[in-house]
């Protein structure tokens, strides 16, 4: 059978293929199936949310949601019935976790109520409390299963029913259940910007907010927190011109006084926080810092020193707070205020020790360079600092080193472009370490990620380098 170039193909088309495949050639089933794949894979078909899995597997999941729908629909749940539908629940999930084609397929079936209406029915109860806790946590975990990656077969009232749930009079002060809605609601964030801006105008950062005070020694929870305060600002849904991230920070760090917020939990050390979830408050610190009165206020109350703590030598053994460090010591950077006092507290030389040990390591020496850059920038005193140190003879080891890695060498540029952007004298020094030599070769191979930092340092040096004019034309027909 031959359909269209690019067609997408239905799931019964697709069926169809297989019965064929094995009446006509007499194909066991999984052989029938492959060859359907590949047959329509040829014709350049979209396959990408068909269930290419034995009718069995396609018949479990069907059945499963269907007595889990029929069970959950009854008023009071004997045992027996709470323990036969953790029973479907733990097949549904793990058929929803195997593969998205699961998810796609249970949406399509022709169900009432649908999947969707199921969970949300269930946790609308007025009586949901009386349930078994560890039910509810399951319709959680099943719920944030089907709607990954496809988030928008929720509603509007969907997703304030989940707003409702985390306030502190539900599931607030019910840790396992809020760790679960929390993952949840983060499923939901992914990728969809209209979820995002209907969880922000509905009140869901308001009880974000009211979390850390009242789980401020719960590491799963401040950490899935932070998670989702993440994934509000993130700008990943393609279907839109621009999002509203910068918007939602802003809101979040100043309405609802976010960074205090965070920054209590994880400077308060009676919290007693692991440094996974204090490398995660970081990390959520550095998203938020999106405007300069931010980055000074994160400066003010303590952060820059915590910070600068966490990068010190004797505290390098956690290699994620390490990397939320220096991201949010690169974001809070881009204050002058702030990158003069980083100055003083010894930041470059600090900055330096990382250096220095991970030089192996292109990942961290890539963000400590980030991070390094902002600092240099309009700071002659921390221009100063990375030459007496001898910083600067590292950056250009790691330059020789790593010079097949773009990135690292973007930023390592930047870093040391700054450094000489407003004291040329200092680039005698690099000029010295015969940094040409290696800059060059890297310059001529063009590559769009680096080239033109690498091109501005060796400009700012005084070295040859070729200006192109990317414009020629006369303005014979340009008109005013």
């Not at 997703?159 to 002060?173: P, R």
């Not at 305060?229 to 991230?245: M, Q, T």
């Not at 910068?246 to 205090?260: C, P, V, Y």
């Not at 472009?417 to 010295?432: P, Q, W």
Request: net charge negative.
């Amino acid at each position: 059978m031959k359909v269209e170039m690019g067609k997408k193909v239905s799931q019964d088309y697709f069926d169809q293929i297989v019965q064929e495949n094995i009446d006509d050639f007499e194909m066991n089933e999984e052989e029938a199936i492959q060859d359907a794949i590949n047959q329509l894979k040829s014709q350049n078909c979209d396959l990408s949310t068909l269930c290419a899995y034995p009718q069995q597997e396609r018949k479990d999941l069907v059945d499963s949601l269907t007595k889990m729908s029929s069970i959950l629909s009854s008023t009071n749940l004997t045992e027996s019935q709470s323990e036969a539908v953790q029973t479907y629940l733990q097949i549904i999930k793990e058929k929803f976790d195997k593969d998205i084609s699961f998810r796609c397929f249970a949406t399509r079936t022709k169900s009432n109520p649908s999947v969707v209406e199921t969970f949300t029915r269930f946790l609308s109860d007025m009586n949901l409390k009386t349930h078994n806790e560890q039910l509810i946590e399951l319709v959680l975990q099943a719920f944030q299963s089907y709607i990954t990656q496809q988030s928008d077969v929720l509603s509007k009232d969907d997703l304030k029913l989940l707003i409702s749930l985390t306030d502190e009079n539900c599931f607030g002060s019910e840790p396992n259940l809020l760790d679960a809605l929390l993952k949840l609601i983060n499923a939901a964030c992914k990728m969809n910007e209209s979820n995002r801006q209907a969880f922000v105008e509905n009140g869901l950062c308001e009880n974000l907010m009211k979390i850390f005070p009242n789980h401020k020694k719960s590491n799963p929870i401040i950490c899935d927190t932070c998670q989702l305060i993440r994934s509000l600002l993130l700008d990943d849904d393609l279907r839109v011109e621009f999002g509203h991230s910068h918007e939602h920070a802003k809101f979040i760090a100043s309405r609802l006084n976010g960074l205090d917020v965070l920054l209590q939990a994880g400077l308060n050390t009676e919290n007693d926080l692991s440094e996974d979830t204090l490398a995660s408050i970081m990390l959520t610190l550095s998203k938020l810092a999106v405007r300069n009165e931010f980055c000074q206020e994160i400066c003010d109350k303590g952060g820059l020193e915590f910070v600068l703590k966490c990068i010190d030598e004797k505290y390098l053994k956690n290699m994620t707070l390490l990397k939320s460090a220096l991201s949010l010591l690169k974001s809070i950077c881009n204050n002058d205020q702030v990158k003069r006092e980083a100055t003083k507290l010894n930041a470059v030389e600090l900055i330096k020790q990382v250096i220095h040990k991970f030089m192996a390591n292109v990942q961290i020496c890539e963000m400590a360079c980030a991070a390094l850059s902002p600092l240099l920038l309009r700071n002659v005193e921390a221009s100063q600092r990375l030459y007496q140190c001898q910083a600067h003879q590292l950056l250009v080891s790691l330059l020789s080193m790593h010079s097949s890695k773009p990135k690292l060498v973007k930023n390592c540029c930047l870093a040391l472009r700054n450094s000489i952007s407003r004291s040329r004298e200092l680039g005698e020094k690099l000029i010295e370490l015969k940094i040409e030599e290696i800059l060059r070769p890297v310059m001529n191979q063009n590559d769009p990620i680096c080239f033109d930092e690498v091109k501005s340092v060796l400009r700012d040096l005084g070295c040859h380098v070729e200006f192109k004019v990317l414009w020629t034309g006369e303005g014979k027909s340009l008109k005013n």
